[in-house]
């Protein structure tokens, strides 16, 4: 009795699971080294840190859920566009975009009662957002444009536009940052700031993580359940066999990066709406968060529920490098230890594409040999 063949694409998703978790054991292995090599004597203490520190009281666990909001949201907006073979790399300037649709609306639109004003703000974030990730879908679509370069323009553009509509529109002139939005624009607390307290101390998490949650299970009923996700996971996969097949490709493209965009719009409008002093600063930088879905959709596997844990667990280590600021160390050693997961994460992603175009040539040369031989049994 022959032995069944294993199932080639189960073996390799469990491998790459498992290089994510290889990812993250070096990751930590190299960031350990650096606090032996920057303080011998208060190392282990500070490993301690970023290892317990998201869990040492019930603050640090909300802040840790309030940190991977914003990232779970450009995580997914990250992944969601990988599914159609493409890099939205313009997260930030999405982000950014729709944080200021949000707080414009927070602000200024004080006449909708109670909670239609908060939905409104989160609305508006998500078109502006959309319609920033409009025009590098059209560009890719229709002129072939790599969605990589404008997206990186696309991030400045939105960068500078936010600067001049803040100062126009929403400026707090003695901070150099945008106005607080109204108290009625500000996201539910859903009781999450009396679980989630170190003495008379709150964190800051709010009903923004129950928001990204949903939206990561609604991106993948999108993309594992419905017809309109298996046609963009078709482009993404062949976009000449999808052309083919009858599959509009350019409209899959365009809705791609809008919803893409849509995502990390709404990731800005969770942000500032959160009602915990965040504001939109004047200055000439990127967003961070936008960048910081990258690696959370990379160790995420793309997956939307893996990138949900992928944020949380990102966001663990960010509050970790806060609590090991007690015992001298700097931060940016959280920074090391993420870029060291990047990295090992991109390289499983890559040996992972290999083998799977591998795979793909090995089965199309075998349908071809069998219908060569079928062919010549007819003659």
């Not at 960048?291 to 596997?301: H, K, Q």
């Not at 970790?320 to 060291?340: C, H, K, R, S």
Request: with cysteine.
């Amino acid at each position: 009795m022959k032995k069944p063949k294993k199932d080639f694409w189960g073996l390799l998703g469990g491998m790459s699971f498992l290089s994510s978790l290889m990812a993250i054991a070096v990751g930590l292995l190299v960031g350990f080294i650096i606090l032996l090599i920057s303080n011998p004597q208060q190392a282990l203490l500070g490993f301690k840190a970023i290892l317990l520190g998201g869990v040492s009281d019930m603050k640090n666990v909300g802040q840790v859920l309030y940190n991977a909001t914003p990232i779970i949201m450009t995580g997914l907006s990250v992944g969601f566009a990988n599914k159609t073979g493409l890099f939205n790399i313009g997260g930030p300037g999405q982000f950014i975009v729709g944080a200021y649709a949000a707080i414009y609306v927070g602000v200024n639109w004080t006449f909708l009662p109670g909670a239609l004003h908060w939905m409104a703000a989160l609305l508006a974030a998500l078109l502006a957002g959309a319609l920033w990730g409009l025009l590098p879908g059209l560009l890719k679509a229709y002129r072939n444009v790599n969605e990589v370069i404008s997206c990186i323009m696309m991030n400045y553009i939105g960068m500078y536009l936010v600067n001049l509509l803040v100062r126009s529109t929403v400026y707090n002139q003695l901070k150099n940052e945008s106005k607080a939005v109204a108290a009625s624009a500000t996201l539910p607390k859903m009781g999450l700031d009396k679980i989630f307290v170190a003495g008379a101390s709150a964190s800051s998490v709010n009903s923004s993580i129950f928001i990204a949650i949903l939206a990561g299970i609604v991106v993948y009923v999108i993309v594992s359940k419905t017809r309109f996700g298996y046609e963009l996971k078709a482009c993404g996969f062949n976009s000449d066999a999808s052309r083919y097949a009858g599959i509009n490709e350019k409209r899959g493209v365009v809705a791609s990066m809008m919803i893409a965009g849509a995502l990390s719009g709404l990731g800005g409008a969770l942000l500032y709406l959160g009602g915990a002093g965040k504001y939109i600063s004047v200055v000439d930088t990127l967003a961070a968060e936008g960048f910081n879905g990258i690696p959370v959709a990379l160790l995420g596997l793309n997956h939307p529920i893996g990138i949900i844990f992928a944020g949380i667990f990102i966001a663990y280590l960010t509050v970790g490098g806060f609590n090991m600021q007690l015992y001298d160390f700097v931060p940016q050693v959280i920074e090391i230890i993420t870029a060291v997961i990047i990295y090992f994460s991109a390289f499983s992603l890559l040996l992972r594409g290999f083998l799977q175009q591998r795979r793909l040539r090995r089965e199309e040369a075998a349908l071809t040999a069998a219908s060569a031989g079928g062919k010549e049994e007819e003659a």
